[in-house]
């Protein structure tokens, strides 16, 4: 039986919770809205770039205009705590305080002129926010979760789930672009330097981890940069950078765009933007070297980092969990910002599977599709909260758009898909050719089927329906399991016999209990 309802408070959404995170480039203030069945989704974000580490001496110290930009920071920061009325905020620094000898003295100004009380956090913490950010999206395996920012690396070894090893690297963007790039844009003889040093920084650490390939998931702003510009150049479907695959012939081609142009001109390509125009670089560097270290073609994005790693912590949040956990949590998450009927939800969920488990051979259906499927239940009605008499399509739309966790793109689309199809609808024309190439093949015709399913559920879920198939394979049986009279009118069995015959082309009989 699904679980999500169970996690479900009585009130709506628990107080909000920010976090102030100032890095070594780009610093950020996300208030969370939280959810006591352990979820976070942020629903306000606003960053500066002080570039704390601009211009550092060789020691590290922070310059006395580094320390002005970041104590305005943090005092914009401060006045939105106050004037959003966030009861509780959590502010945290990175590398650039963390390696500088003045560090402390910067964040005993900062606290003196804003009354914010900065942690300075360790690279070992770092990463472990980072992992925990991005083991609350989805489950994991034998990975490298990486978080690249303007000071430092963290790279955190994952194995079979649990984070095992951490470590801190001085290779963040704005770091090496100060040590390497003197040029704009670079020369070949810096390129080169610049690679070279990456590489044989990367060597090293790899090798204590045991150097097996490893799946890359990379989180921070300039991954998530690349990502944007790879999705603008490719047209991709989904615009959200979370689950996108940045392939290393995405890097390539992104290296081969921007490297010849100087920094004012890439400030105006889709996706990089004049926070990192002058760093992206660097960044790419460090993809390429990565990539190439652990024998991959591949780094998952990650929307979900060290911010919402530390709000997950403050909300004891239970990590790592497996993927319909997440998923459920989500849907519960959702529910408490869109108060929409949960319960009714999870037992249209719990009808739904049964009659999946039951038909799912016929068409070989896998632990994917009912990933998707459980999600299309548990947040077939979410549209409601929007409007009532097209609430299938808002509901496709929210699947889409609202985090949900533990699904893949593909997943995603297929939960959308089938939500949109549950009050009988036949598919757009143009979905095969609008979700390529996430949607491909017979995900289309599976969407369908899955529709289908779930229209029967919706229509079944009260009298906790038992389906059986009978007559060889050729026909399903649906009995009630309660002991209310359950006999459905003859205008409503033609509704469950519909999409069971057009669909599957099976026979439907219907007896109570």
């Keep these: 039986m699904a679980d999500f309802g169970a996690e479900r408070p009585k009130s709506r959404a628990i107080s909000p919770l920010g976090v102030i995170d100032i890095g070594s480039n780009t610093a950020r203030f996300v208030v969370f809205e939280t959810s006591r069945a352990g979820a976070v989704r942020a629903i306000f974000e606003t960053k500066d770039a002080p570039r704390l580490g601009l211009g550092a001496s060789p020691d590290g110290s922070l310059t006395e205009p580094a320390f002005a930009r970041g104590v305005t920071t943090v005092r914009r920061f401060a006045r939105l705590v106050r004037t959003r009325g966030v009861p509780r905020t959590l502010a945290v620094a990175t590398s650039a305080v963390r390696d500088a000898p003045n560090g402390l003295a910067f964040v005993r100004e900062v606290e003196r002129a804003t009354g914010v009380l900065l942690r300075v956090i360790s690279g070992g913490e770092e990463a472990r926010y980072a992992y925990l950010g991005v083991?609350?999206?989805?489950?994991?395996?034998?990975?490298?979760?990486?978080?690249?920012?303007?000071?430092?690396?963290?790279?955190?070894?994952?194995?079979?789930?649990?984070?095992?090893?951490?470590?801190?690297?001085?290779?963040?963007?704005?770091?090496?672009?100060?040590?390497?790039?003197?040029?704009?844009?670079?020369?070949?003889?810096?390129?080169e330097e610049l690679r070279d040093h990456v590489r044989r920084t990367l060597a090293s650490v790899l090798e204590a981890?045991?150097?097996?390939?490893?799946?890359?998931?990379?989180?921070?702003?300039?991954?998530?940069?690349?990502?944007?510009?790879?999705?603008?150049?490719?047209?991709?479907?989904?615009?959200?950078?979370?689950?996108?695959?940045?392939?290393?012939?995405?890097?390539?081609?992104?290296?081969?765009?921007?490297?010849?142009?100087?920094?004012?001109?890439?400030?105006?390509?889709?996706?990089?933007?004049?926070?990192?125009?002058?760093?992206?670089?660097a960044g790419i560097a460090v993809l390429e070297e990565l990539l190439r270290a652990v024998r991959a073609d591949v780094v998952t994005v990650s929307g979900a980092g060290i911010r919402e790693g530390i709000a997950l912590e403050a909300i004891g949040a239970r990590l790592p969990a497996n993927s319909e956990t997440l998923a459920d949590r989500s849907v519960a998450a959702a529910a408490e910002s869109f108060a929409f009927d949960v319960d009714h939800g999870r037992a249209v969920m719990d009808a739904a599977l049964a009659l999946y488990d039951l038909l799912a051979p016929l068409f070989e259906g896998g632990t994917s599709e009912r990933l998707?499927?459980?999600?299309?239940?548990?947040?077939?009605?979410?549209?409601?909260?929007?409007?009532?008499?097209?609430?299938?399509?808002?509901?496709?739309?929210?699947?889409?758009?609202?985090?949900?966790?533990?699904?893949?793109?593909?997943?995603?689309?297929?939960?959308?898909?089938?939500?949109?199809?549950h009050e009988g609808d036949d598919p757009p024309s143009e979905w095969k050719r609008e979700y390529l190439p996430i949607v491909r093949g017979e995900d289309v015709a599976t969407a369908v089927?899955?529709?289908?399913?779930?229209?029967?559920?919706?229509?079944?879920?009260?009298?906790?329906?038992?389906?059986?198939?009978?007559?060889?394979?050729?026909?399903?049986?649906?009995?009630?399991?309660?002991?209310?009279?359950?006999?459905?009118?003859?205008?409503?069995?033609?509704?469950?016999?519909?999409p069971l015959e057009r669909v599957f082309d099976l026979d439907v009989r219907l007896r109570d209990s």
């Design 135 to 191: 083991a609350s999206t989805g489950p994991l395996g034998d990975d490298i979760v990486f978080d690249l920012g303007g000071g430092s690396m963290q790279l955190a070894e994952v194995r079979r789930g649990s984070l095992r090893n951490s470590v801190s690297l001085p290779l963040g963007v704005l770091r090496l672009s100060q040590r390497f790039l003197d040029h704009d844009p670079p020369k070949r003889r810096e390129w």
């Design 209 to 281: 981890f045991g150097g097996d390939r490893y799946r890359l998931v990379g989180v921070g702003g300039t991954v998530r940069a690349l990502a944007r510009a790879a999705i603008e150049l490719r047209a991709y479907p989904v615009q959200r950078v979370h689950g996108y695959p940045l392939y290393d012939h995405d890097i390539e081609a992104l290296h081969e765009l921007l490297a010849e142009m100087p920094a004012a001109k890439r400030k105006s390509v889709p996706g990089i933007g004049g926070d990192r125009a002058d760093v992206i670089l």
């Design 372 to 421: 998707a499927l459980r999600v299309a239940a548990g947040m077939h009605d979410a549209g409601t909260a929007i409007d009532l008499w097209n609430h299938a399509r808002h509901s496709a739309y929210l699947i889409q758009n609202y985090p949900i966790w533990g699904l893949s793109q593909r997943e995603i689309l297929l939960a959308s898909m089938a939500a949109y199809l």
């Design 449 to 498: 089927r899955l529709g289908a399913i779930l229209s029967v559920a919706e229509l079944v879920a009260p009298a906790r329906p038992r389906f059986h198939l009978t007559g060889g394979g050729k026909a399903v049986s649906l009995a009630f399991s309660t002991s209310a009279d359950t006999s459905l009118a003859p205008r409503w069995q033609e509704k469950v016999r519909r």
